[in-house]
């Protein structure tokens, strides 16, 4: 067999191999997205349709979006502001506190830093169900039940935080650090106008992270909020079900506007998403 036929025998079963790739992927692909394209299908049938084989409605009611919105016993756009709200406030300080936090794990020398660095990543390893009690009874020591303050503070603080932004800063030059201090610029100045500007991708992941995880909160507000004003989402859909019942096509149309700010975020942010995982795992 001459040298080209074996190239060309060798193209061929790269070529196979690339089309069953494309092919697994694809059908993966697609069962992912079923159930999502099934719940918006149904937002937008009639309720009489909703149990029909035919996944493509007969009658598209868009305006069962607007009756979720308006409707007048559940307040949905005040969840969708609250649950927006929250986890923004969450995002922001979780990323100040963390960066705060990384800068001086991975850029001050001071007695006893890698061992309380090793304490503070044992504490990720306590399920968040044995903190709920006492983060409750300090919550009404502090007087911050059914208030956004109690949403916000106890998920500011979070050792993966700082973790991920020590891994991330760690990579950088400490060249960056000593030129500064001969010019005389302090700790602050240069965490603030250094480090942190060249953290932006580690900055980016764990925003996302945390806005993800705190936007589909779940028990802890339902432990914490009382208030109708003050639920979220996740808590809010589980009245909005309670109150429509069987009318599965207004539940359907709830949920596809529950996770949009999700797929949003994520197909915007992907690119810095990647990167920053990538960056941030350079240097362990």
Known sequence: MSAT????????????????????????????????????????????????????PTEWRFDN??????HKDISFKRYYFNSVFVAAWVTFLSCLTS???????????????????????GTMMVPGVVTMIPNYALMVKLH?????????VPASFTAFGAFLLRQFMTT???????????????????????????????????????FMGNYGSFFWPLVLIKSEHLRTLPVGMLYFDTMYGRQTNLIMGASVMNILPL????????????QGIQLGAVKG
């Open 172 to 210: 950088i030059p400490p060249s960056l650090d000593e030129a500064a201090t001969i010019d005389g610029a302090s700790h602050w100045q240069i965490f603030w106008d250094i480090i942190l500007p060249l953290s932006r991708p580690g900055l980016i992941v764990l925003s996302i992270f945390t």
């Open 5 to 56: 036929e074996r190239n060309k025998g060798g193209r061929r079963r790269v070529g196979a191999g690339r089309v069953l790739t494309h092919v697994v992927l694809v059908t993966f692909a697609i069962t992912t997205l079923t159930p999502f394209l099934w719940m918006l299908l149904t937002s937008l049938k009639p309720l009489g349709e909703v149990q029909a084989i035919n996944p493509i």
């Open 65 to 70: 979006y607007t009756e979720v919105l308006n």
């Open 144 to 152: 911050l039940l059914d208030s956004y303050m109690g949403l916000i």
């Open 263 to 274: 797929i949003i975020l994520f197909l915007v942010m992907q690119k810095y998403l990647v």
């Open 99 to 121: 960066a705060l936090a990384a800068y001086a794990f991975s850029r001050m020398r001071w007695p006893g830093r890698d061992h309380i660095f090793k304490l503070y990543l």
